[in-house]
């Protein structure tokens, strides 16, 4: 069974007792000053409350929409841009990032189908448009998805 343990000496300070008069040091407005809306009992404005100015929450253009924090983003690559790779070539998201196609190694690859492909290429991607996957077959080449 466990022993109760008083907190340490300090630890503790004994709660301010407001309006119990002058000699208990908050007397007279209880911390409250003059009069006011601030000063009467009761709750007082609410958050935000301007005393009637214009509210800066008002005056605010209204933020529309969201983001989704869930979304994919990927570095666009047009398939006319695969032109620069020898025949025959492995092309990769670490081959297209040596080659400066692509900046950011955290996005995903999307090849697009933009412009025509000359020669044969394996291609691999996290994804295709139909367009580019037709084209890269249909030049001789094969298509990954990663």
């Given at each position: 069974?466990?022993?109760?343990?008083?907190?340490?000496?300090?630890?503790?300070?004994?709660?301010?007792?407001?309006?119990?008069?002058?000699?208990?040091?908050?007397?007279?407005?209880?911390?409250?000053?003059?009069?006011?809306?601030?000063?009467?009992?009761?709750?007082?404005?609410?958050?935000?409350?301007e005393g009637g100015q214009l509210p800066l929450i008002k005056k605010l253009p209204m933020l529309r929409g969201f983001t989704n924090i869930f979304k994919k983003k990927f570095s666009l690559i047009k398939v006319e841009t695969l032109n620069q790779f020898p025949e025959n070539a492995q092309v990769t998201p670490e081959s297209l990032l040596e080659a400066g196609l692509v900046n950011n190694k955290k996005f995903q690859v999307k090849i697009l189908g933009n412009g025509d492909l000359i020669k044969p290429l394996t291609v691999a991607a996290h994804k295709f448009s139909k367009s580019a996957h037709e084209k890269i077959v249909g030049a001789g080449g094969v298509v990954k998805e990663l």
């Open positions: 069974m466990e022993h109760y343990q008083a907190p340490s000496d300090g630890a503790t300070r004994r709660r301010r007792r407001v309006g119990r008069g002058d000699a208990s040091g908050g007397g007279s407005y209880s911390g409250r000053g003059i009069k006011g809306q601030k000063a009467r009992s009761g709750k007082g404005p609410r958050p935000g409350y």
